[in-house]
């Protein structure tokens, strides 16, 4: 019998006698090895490993995340996509770093102390306004359809090039329209109530050319240009009384007063003064009923003004360019009328400046002015950067010392308050310099509804550029900057209504699917109706006149 047969098939492993080399292994008391316990060396390769597992997490899910956080959710951190920062995190840098620090006071045409409060020199090249790339800019994408307009807005129209915004025209056919452009907004981002504003600008094109619409100018934050049901029954109105002024075409259910219908406006409209559905957001408006307060049992008048800065154009009657500089207002007055006496209107230079003889339609009513431009205010003429600006006071505590002065190179003219004046003739009160939070709009248009456009002579591309936007306010306000001031809040009501504010193809308030809030004037409306009548509305929403009600502008 062999050894294994008869010591059996396991017995060599039993035989401790033997010693093998690798023996410590499995005997780890012997040589200093201990079972249990630890060792730097396992901790040392769990460590690697961890280490592994995060690089792959950070390369596969991390970056990722940030990227998009920083391309995406730059407006509530006020880093832009372009990398711009604010001097203190959480902050918004309301003044540019490059901007002089000798601009940071001056002294008004009203003679009061004022400092800046805002402003971009657009000295980093390259920047992008696509929404959430920019703090307080945003580059629209849609169809001016209030003004008619034949280009379409593009935010890659936009940017900034050797230290100048640039806004840049192409004929190139775009959602079945001629031209693309860019429209660049602070709506909701940045707002001003009263105070100085100033851009240096260059015009494109050439001073005789017929085509460009430039401009820049300011609206109250209520409505957001381009989204036309916002500013149904809020554009252009700005007043705070309660009377006929603020019901659909200014008139009570049995069309009075009558010169309103017959007499009182513009042959175009069949002499009709007014065809505005009514302010919305009235003086009138029934104790808690949808509107922005302050107080909803004790409503106040909310619209949604607007200043023009410039619109630039050809001169119509002679040689070279010029602008037109404005106030749109609502309701309206008697064939449109305000006072123009020396006392209410002052003209700083009457061999460059006089006022429009356009004066308003069924849709506005305007006060403004036409200044001759230099040829060196055109890119091809020059290319001189040439200052423009609106000063403009409004005091709800005492409206009478109100007043706004524009500015192209210099003061150019300047009303008072009694331009605003009620008219008993057809029974509406004082209309008021704007009291409301107004963002900024720098756009570059072409439309047939402006001026007459020659197309063969204008040069493509086209640039309309700024060298800067400053803001300065008068010394020690309060509330002065900022969309959402407590005595005319903004943001819940756009937070409320969503869909108007983010939906450009709605142009009637009820198309976003919303209701206007009850007039006190309207019979059974609310328990202190104070007038028996039915809205007339056959003027407010025809088919011809649909894409030109809220139309936010234009004469």
Same mark, same amino acid.
């Given at each position: 019998m062999s050894n294994i047969d008869s010591a059996g098939a396991y017995s060599r492993l039993e035989d401790h006698s033997t010693v093998d080399d690798d023996d410590f292994i499995h005997e780890p008391d012997k040589k200093g090895m201990k079972v249990g316990g630890s060792n730097w060396r396992g901790f040392f390769n769990v460590l690697v490993l961890i280490l592994i597992l995060l690089a792959l997490v950070a390369l596969f899910a991390g970056y990722p995340i940030i990227s998009w956080a920083t391309r995406h959710a730059t407006t509530s951190m006020y880093v832009n996509g372009t990398g711009q920062v604010p001097d203190l995190i959480g902050l918004p840098s309301l003044i540019d770093p490059d901007t002089p620090k000798e601009v940071y006071t001056r002294t008004g045409f009203d003679g009061k102390e004022y400092e800046l409060v805002f402003s971009d020199e657009f000295n980093?090249?390259? $920047?992008?306004?696509? #929404?959430?790339?920019?703090?307080?800019?945003?580059?629209?994408? &849609?169809?001016?359809?209030?003004? /008619?307009? &034949?280009?379409?807005?593009? #935010?890659? /129209?936009?940017?900034?090039?050797?230290?100048?915004?640039? !806004?840049?025209?192409?004929?190139?056919? %775009?959602?079945? &329209?001629?031209?693309?452009?860019?429209?660049? /907004?602070s709506w909701n981002k940045f707002c001003f109530t009263t105070g100085y504003i100033e851009v240096s600008t260059v015009f494109p094109g050439d001073q005789n050319v017929a085509g460009y619409w430039p401009g820049a100018w300011f609206m109250g934050n209520l409505g957001r240009p381009g989204y036309e049901s916002t500013g149904d029954g809020l554009w252009p109105y700005s007043y705070d009384s309660c009377d006929v002024g603020t019901l659909p075409n200014q008139t009570d259910s049995s069309g009075n007063p009558s010169i309103v219908t017959t007499a009182g406006g513009n042959p175009k409209y069949n002499n009709n003064l007014s065809w505005l559905p009514g302010q919305r957001l009235s003086a009138c408006t029934c104790p808690g009923e949808d509107h922005p307060g302050p107080d909803i049992n004790n409503p106040i008048g909310r619209s949604s003004?607007? !200043?023009? !800065?410039?619109?630039? /154009?050809?001169?119509?009657?002679?040689?070279?360019? $010029?602008?037109t500089q404005s106030v749109q207002m609502a309701p309206f007055s008697n064939q449109y009328y305000f006072p123009n006496t020396s006392a209410d209107v002052t003209i700083y230079n009457s061999n460059s400046t006089s006022l429009n003889t356009y004066r308003g339609s069924a849709l506005q009513q305007a006060v403004s002015a036409l200044t001759n431009l230099n040829s060196t205010t055109y890119a091809e003429n020059g290319a001189d950067f040439t200052t423009f600006g609106v000063e403009y006071w409004s005091n709800p505590s005492?409206?009478?010392?109100?007043?706004? %002065?524009?500015?192209?190179?210099?003061?150019?003219?300047?009303?008072?308050?009694?331009?605003?004046?009620g008219d008993p003739t057809v029974n509406i009160s004082a209309r008021l310099i704007p009291e409301e939070p107004m963002s900024i709009i720098l756009n570059l248009a072409v439309s047939e509804s402006f001026q007459t456009v020659d197309s063969a002579a204008m040069t493509f591309p086209s640039e309309l550029r700024f060298d800067y936007v400053r803001v300065w306010q008068r010394k020690g306000i309060s509330n002065g900057v900022g969309c959402d001031p407590p005595n005319r #809040?903004?943001?819940?009501? !756009?937070?409320?209504?969503?869909?108007?504010?983010?939906?450009?193809?709605? %142009? &009637?308030?009820?198309?976003?699917?919303?209701?206007?809030?009850?007039?006190?004037?309207?019979?059974?409306?609310?328990?202190?109706?104070?007038?028996?009548?039915?809205?007339?509305?056959?003027?407010?929403?025809?088919?011809?006149?649909?894409? $030109?009600?809220?139309?936010f502008r234009r004469g």
């Open positions: 980093k090249d390259g $920047r992008s306004f696509f #929404p959430g790339d920019d703090p307080f800019w945003e580059g629209v994408n &849609l169809w001016y359809g209030s003004t /008619q307009d &034949l280009e379409y807005y593009e #935010p890659g /129209q936009i940017t900034t090039r050797d230290g100048h915004l640039v !806004i840049v025209l192409e004929m190139e056919e %775009t959602y079945g &329209l001629p031209f693309k452009s860019g429209m660049l /907004q003004p607007e !200043i023009d !800065i410039f619109e630039g /154009q050809k001169n119509k009657v002679a040689f070279g360019g $010029r602008v005492n409206r009478d010392e109100g007043f706004i %002065t524009w500015v192209a190179g210099g003061p150019v003219f300047t009303i008072d308050n009694n331009v605003f004046t #809040p903004t943001a819940k009501y !756009i937070n409320d209504h969503l869909d108007a504010y983010t939906n450009a193809n709605y %142009t &009637l308030w009820a198309d976003a699917g919303y209701k206007k809030p009850k007039n006190s004037l309207v019979c059974d409306l609310c328990p202190d109706a104070l007038v028996v009548r039915e809205p007339d509305t056959s003027h407010v929403y025809s088919k011809k006149h649909v894409h $030109r009600l809220g139309a």
